[in-house]
């Protein structure tokens, strides 16, 4: 039985005003089914951790490779550790496209998320006009074999992967349920090729415009264990709805 993962990306959005009220509001009478990771901008990691270790989780939206050195600007995983995040993402579209991500890159990154103990949720997705062409499935193929290969399958069973297509990130477009569904058990069974003990307990989360009013029949498809919420994640009663939706 896996159990739901809902995780919110707030990007580049907040302030410590921001943290403080949105804790309060997210706490107030929250009953998780789920669990709950919350992703602030850097700056704030250590001051949300703080706020919200007794009821939910918290994490960095990026991660440096090196695991120390002289590296300006980068975020070691050991550091993410040590103020109190336990998780990382890695490979979000708006990295591979604004920051040239490559596969590769992301398949280090996911390495050292593990070795620093942090649990990494990697994203793949196809743009639009990879889908019109009837490439998406080998796009989400070939993203998820670079981690694969780099780090085995098992290695998937510490984190998460997360669906996020494209055309579907910050537009209000979001993939139907069905076609959310079908990308996430062609995913399992991507994975269930490689090693069949893995794919059943695997989590694979959708991310592309969820909200509280879609957020359920999403939910409903077998193969979705949860969501990467953005804008929606941003307000405490608009997150709340969409754990409240597990």
């Known amino acids: 039985m896996r159990r739901s993962l809902i995780a919110a990306n707030w990007k580049t959005h907040g302030s410590l005003e921001m943290v403080g009220d949105f804790v309060k509001g997210f706490a107030s009478g929250i009953e998780l089914r789920a669990d709950v990771v919350l992703f602030p901008p850097a700056v704030y990691l250590s001051t949300l951790a703080g706020l919200t270790s007794e009821f939910v989780q918290v994490g960095l939206q990026d991660v440096g490779v090196a695991a120390d050195g002289a590296h300006t600007g980068e975020i070691a995983a050991s550091m993410v550790k040590d103020v109190g995040g336990s998780w990382v993402i890695v490979g979000h579209s708006e990295r591979r496209l604004d920051q040239g991500e490559s596969d ?8 050292s998320a ?3 103990g942090l649990s990494p ?6 743009t639009l006009a990879q889908r019109e062409s ?7 193929c070939r993203q998820l074999m670079a981690v694969v290969d780099h780090c085995g399958a098992a290695a998937l069973l510490n ?3 997360a669906y996020e297509p494209l055309w579907a990130i910050g537009t209000g477009v979001t993939a139907t349920p069905e076609q959310a ?12 090729g490689l090693d069949e003990s893995v794919a059943p307990a695997l989590r694979i989360i959708y991310g592309g415009s969820v909200n509280p009013a879609n957020a359920g029949s999403l939910f409903a498809q077998e193969d979705i264990d949860g969501a990467l919420v953005g804008g929606a994640s941003l307000q405490a009663a608009s997150f709340a709805a969409i754990v409240a939706a597990v």
């Open 104 to 111: 590769e890159l992301v398949a280090h990154k996911f390495a």
């Open 114 to 116: 593990l070795a620093a």
């Open 134 to 140: 009837g490439d998406a499935f080998a796009v989400v």
């Open 121 to 126: 949720i990697v994203c793949v997705g196809e």
């Open 159 to 161: 984190g998460a992967i």
């Open 181 to 192: 569904g079908q990308m996430h058990a062609s995913i399992r069974a991507q994975v269930a």
